[in-house]
Nanobody, 119 residues
Framework: EVQLVESGGGLVQPGGSLRLSCAASGFTFTSYYMSWVRQAPGKGLEWVSAINSGGGSTSYADSVKGRFTISRDNAKNTVYLQMNTLKPEDTAVYYC????????????WGQGTQVTVSS
């Protein structure tokens, strides 16, 4: 059974930090690009960041560039999102997703973890 399980969300004050984790199982993790996608209340899905299968190439949405860092540990089948200098507009449900190539459809999605940035 394929599973992507996110964790690490929560309530944080503006300017604070959180580290999200996504543990993968049931598929060959090292063969997949991994992404983080978020959905703010009342809005559509927004792509946040991606990392290639080997971890050597990353990309970010302009809205998070310089504040968020994506990484992966292929030995642990886990992808991370370090989020610094959080803003209220970062409030969303954060999902991790897997696809075989940068132009492919997402094959697998996690259940999401809530991040709320508020004072």
């Amino acid at each position: 059974e394929v599973q992507l399980v996110e964790s690490g969300g929560g309530l944080v004050q503006p300017g604070g930090s959180l580290r999200l984790s996504c543990a993968a199982s049931g598929f060959t993790f090292t063969s997949y690009y991994m992404s983080w996608v978020r959905q703010a209340p009342g809005k559509g899905l927004e792509w946040v960041s991606a990392i290639n299968s080997g971890g050597g190439s990353t990309s970010y949405a302009d809205s998070v560039k310089g504040r968020f860092t994506i990484s992966r540990d292929n030995a642990k089948n886990t992808v991370y999102l370090q989020m610094n200098t959080l803003k209220p507009e970062d409030t969303a449900v954060y999902y991790c997703a897997a696809r075989v190539g940068v132009l492919s459809q997402y094959s697998y999605w996690g259940q999401g973890t809530q991040v709320t940035v508020s004072s």
